[in-house]
């Protein structure tokens, strides 16, 4: 409709041009100009407009299939029984890992292998104690060490604590934070309707501020949970250290621990903190991405990535983050395989390690599938839970995003059919620098953050169904991607980031 009033626009522009007498010369050149390039625009639009008549049968019975035959639920409660402790370099990580391709392989899938990564390996430990102490009253307080923290002197630290709310406050007030702990207590923003990035205004929190309070002389990093719920469950979460500066142990606090704490700070009462953890950080593991494909007809060297991460935090099942975006690829390959279906390009699943606490698996892969970079057409990862289906985030270019957003037409009936400028995904990150074009899954997020990196991301917290419909959301837009006569347009070459 929009481009019938543009062109019928440009000829009424034209027809006047021609009838007005005192209308100058360049009148009617000049609206012929215009009514060139409306048309021209209109050529590029309708040349960038798929006809995905050819396909919308097969998607409509992937996507029933999913719902009505679908196996993502059952592999994800087996993976959340065999390994539901799976922090990279732990035994539950091995064991997801052949979990992985046992799995691959009996789903079908041809060149089924191990790819190896070096990762960091960090035990919890089994004590995390913190307690409000004045005189013999003690009142102890839920939390989880960070991943990658120091642990404290045996027998624990005693200390005075300071709150503030950002660096700029610490930085204000760094005389007062010498030899006590800093909590960091900013909330997670309720207003911002996107929790991701609510999440995005509060993580530097847990990711730098052991950092930025021993620059400051703390003695301890206690930081608020990254969930808008309240209630006493903390939420563990990477974090960094400065090469070259002190490391002082660093912790999640549950919401409503931080309301409890900052409340009795804010009343003036006089106590301390006594923080004590066992947690230790041993030398890298040998460990590795799972990798199986669907090998393409007539073009198997270009090939389309689908992938979730396959490690998980030490607490709960990983059962949204991301057993479920490894169930997610992994049904949608074997959903597509159902069917009979080859499309003309390679289905390549990556189910990688890692992502939670170094990236060592996406950068693994990137590294030894360099040569290939300019044969990946595109890759999809999912890790925002197992919730229902809203569309997909993509850093296509505009002309690929609305090729996109024509095939998720075809899923619309799954919740999916949004497609919208975004991030693809930490995992697939590496990949923008050789121009690949990056999907992520976008499911619902209001709910996610209750559960993520913490004792509630648990297999009873998936709902089937929900679950289902983003397998088969996933396994209509890959499809058709891997099938379509001409691949997509590669996106700009990146530069790299620095490290």
């Known amino acids: 409709m929009r481009r019938a009033l543009c062109i019928c626009a440009s000829l009424a522009l034209a027809l006047q041009g021609c009838r007005a007498p005192s209308a100058p010369d360049n009148a009617q050149p000049a609206a012929s100009a215009s009514a060139d390039a409306n048309a021209s625009a209109d050529a590029r639009e309708a040349a960038n407009t798929l006809d995905l008549g050819p396909w919308r049968e097969n998607v409509d019975g992937l996507i029933t299939d999913a719902l009505a035959k679908g196996r993502s639920y059952a592999m994800l409660e087996e993976l959340c029984r065999v390994a539901p402790l799976r922090l990279s370099g732990s035994k539950g990580a091995e064991r997801a890992v052949a979990w992985a391709e046992a799995t691959m392989r009996a789903i079908g899938l041809e060149n089924v292998r191990l790819e190896p990564c070096l990762v960091p ?89 052991a950092m930025r309070a021993a620059r400051a002389g703390a003695v301890g990093a206690i930081v608020r949970s990254m969930t808008m719920r309240l209630d006493d469950s903390p939420h563990t979460g990477a974090m960094n250290y400065a090469a070259d500066g002190p490391r002082i142990p660093a912790v999640a606090i549950s919401t409503l621990g931080a309301e409890r704490l900052s409340q009795r700070i804010a009343a003036g009462e006089r106590f301390e903190l006594e923080l004590e953890l066992d947690c230790r950080t041993l030398p890298d593991a040998p460990s590795h991405n799972v990798v199986g494909e669907i090998v393409g007809r007539e073009a198997p060297h270009e090939i389309v990535v689908v992938g979730g991460h396959l490690d998980a935090w030490d607490v709960g099942h990983g059962a949204h983050d991301d057993g479920a975006g490894c169930v997610h690829a992994l ?77 998720a037409e075809l899923v619309a009936r799954t919740g999916a059919n949004n497609v919208f400028p975004g991030w693809g995904g930490v995992d697939i990150g590496p990949m923008a620098a050789s121009g690949v074009v990056l999907v992520g899954y976008r499911p619902d997020d209001e709910r996610y953050f209750d559960h993520h990196h913490s004792e509630r991301d648990t297999i009873d917290q998936v709902h089937p169904r929900e679950l289902a419909h983003g397998a088969g959301a996933i396994a209509g837009l890959i499809y058709v991607v891997a099938d379509l006569p001409e691949r997509l347009a590669r996106n700009p070459l990146k530069a790299q980031p620095q490290r």
């Open 121 to 209: 390996h960090w035990e919890r430990g089994s004590i995390e104690r913190l307690e409000m102490r004045e005189l013999d009253a003690r009142e102890n307080l839920r939390i989880l060490a960070l991943g990658g923290s120091v642990a404290t002197p045996k027998g624990g630290l005693r200390a005075g604590v300071i709150e503030v709310k950002s660096f700029e406050e610490l930085e204000q007030r760094a005389d007062e934070a010498r030899g006590k702990f800093v909590f960091f207590n900013r909330p997670m923003d309720p207003g911002n309707h996107d929790c991701f990035a609510a999440y995005g205004g509060a993580v530097d929190q847990r990711s730098a501020g």
């Open 331 to 407: 049904e949608a390959a074997r959903l597509i395989l159902a069917r009979g279906l080859r499309p003309r390009r390679t289905i390549r699943v990556v189910l990688f390690m890692n992502e939670e606490n170094g990236t060592r698996g996406a950068r693994a892969y990137y590294a030894d599938h360099a040569s290939e970079m300019e044969h990946h057409v595109l890759a999809l990862e999912s890790d925002a839970g197992g919730f229902t289906p809203r569309g997909f985030s993509t850093d296509a270019s505009a002309p690929v995003l609305r090729q996109l957003s024509d095939v």
